[in-house]
T-cell receptor, first 117, second 111 residues
């Protein structure tokens, strides 16, 4: 099936620094990607919708200046956590929407564990 | 707002036991309903889905029926295997394809 990768899988950074997370669709083109955040033992929370070639759409309560999203190509979206603080520590997951054929399916990446010290 | 509530885990079963994970939803419109599964160390995978009332989704021996009258989409499997050990997420989506997830249920199947 379709594969979505994320890089890095784990990252530890100091408070105040910025961290970039990449999400790639490996064998299909994705005009739309989604970024989620998951707290321990909790559900995935949608942060934003990333559309290729246009600005991301953020969910209510998500700071767009803190979580910068860029979808520069049909296979790559990036999430940059700017001026990270310990409360930003979380598991970040992306998904990519595949419209090929008669299906409309989202494929998820394996996630990135961010720890801010 | 739109939301999904699923039974809390963890659930521990023996091989060949019957599995049910309850899921109910609240939505302003007519959502599509999904079950996703996350195996250890992997990303979420679509397990099955149903797009309208009374539809039954099925895959790998798992089934779930879209019940509009009870706003439910319970996941069932008649005989689980050790390889079914995973975290299961119920989710819904309206026309914008954004997914709203339940909290996830961890299932452990013992040999």
């Amino acid at each position: 099936g379709a594969v979505v990768s994320q890089h890095p899988s784990r990252v530890i950074c100091k408070s105040g620094t910025s961290v970039k997370i990449e999400c790639r669709s490996l064998d299909f083109q994705a005009t739309t990607m989604f970024w989620y955040r998951q707290f321990p033992k909790q559900s995935l929370m949608l942060m934003a919708t990333s559309n290729e070639g246009s600005k991301a759409t953020y969910e209510q309560g998500v700071e767009k200046d803190k979580f910068l999203i860029n979808h520069a190509s049909l296979t790559l979206s990036t999430l940059t956590v700017t001026s990270a603080h310990p409360e930003d520590s979380s598991f970040y997951i992306c998904s990519a929407r595949d419209l090929k054929g008669s299906t409309d399916t989202q494929y998820f990446g394996p996630g990135t564990r961010l720890t801010v010290l | 707002g739109d939301s999904v509530t699923q039974m809390e885990g963890p659930v521990t079963l023996s091989e060949e036991a019957f599995l049910t994970i309850n899921c109910t939803y609240t939505a302003t419109g007519y959502p599509s309903l999904f079950w996703y599964v996350q195996y250890p160390g992997e990303g979420l995978q679509l397990l099955l889905k149903a797009t309208k009332a009374d539809d039954k989704g099925s895959n790998k021996g798992f089934e779930a029926t879209y019940r509009k009258e009870t706003t439910s989409f319970h996941l069932e499997k008649g005989s689980v295997q050790v390889s079914d050990s995973a975290v299961y997420f119920c989710a819904l989506s309206l026309n914008d394809y954004k997914l709203s997830f339940g909290a996830g249920t961890t299932v452990t199947v013992r040999a």
